[in-house]
């Protein structure tokens, strides 16, 4: 898990901000102590140069200490409020279809947000974070408005916004 921090504010509803919260809550407690309780177990097997269940507990507990850290930090420049209602420019909880260097038969819609940030799981709608190179060219924009991005290989990408409208999960 890549610890992402910035000084970039996250737009968060207020359900997601309470879950992210909840969360920290539980890994600050009572994660800390389960962790540290089966560190504490492992060490007294004994040899720790050859206890895999130790070396297990230490690089669980480092995760943990990094996820707390990266929850700090969210929660820290979040934002709480819902979703625009009513706009037709791109913004963070939009769901938005664009077209490929303007050909609506080749279109893509997704979700400008955070799949974590919203409690999206894998299998549901496709999400570009407004900090990837295509969600910071299109943020603000409208429909009918074209824009070009540097993909990944470095080549530019031309995007026309077809529609946006508010995420409904």
């Known amino acids: 898990m890549s610890e992402n921090t910035s000084t970039e504010t996250i737009w968060l509803t207020q359900d997601a901000y309470n879950k992210l919260a909840a969360e920290l809550d ?3 407690n009572a994660g800390r102590a389960e962790v540290a309780a089966k560190i504490a177990a492992a060490r007294e097997e ?6 895999g269940g130790y070396h297990a507990a230490r690089e669980e507990q480092g995760q943990q200490e990094a996820r707390i850290r990266q929850l700090n930090d969210m929660l820290r ?4 409020g819902e979703a625009p ?14 077209a490929f260097f303007g050909d609506e038969s080749d279109t893509e819609t997704f979700l400008l947000g955070s799949r974590e940030v919203l409690g999206l799981d894998d299998s549901q709608d496709a999400v570009y974070s407004p900090q990837s190179p295509l969600g910071s060219a299109i943020l603000g924009k409208r429909p009918g408005d074209e824009v070009t991005y540097e993909a990944p290989n470095g080549k530019p990408i031309s995007v026309t916004i077809i529609k946006v409208e508010p995420y409904t999960s």
């Not at 209602?85 to 664009?98: L, N």
């Open 46 to 51: 004994g040899d720790l140069r050859e206890n």
């Open 26 to 28: 539980h890994l600050s």
């Open 77 to 80: 420049r979040a934002k709480v």
């Open 85 to 98: 209602k009513d706009s037709d420019e791109v913004a963070p909880g939009m769901q938005v279809t664009i």
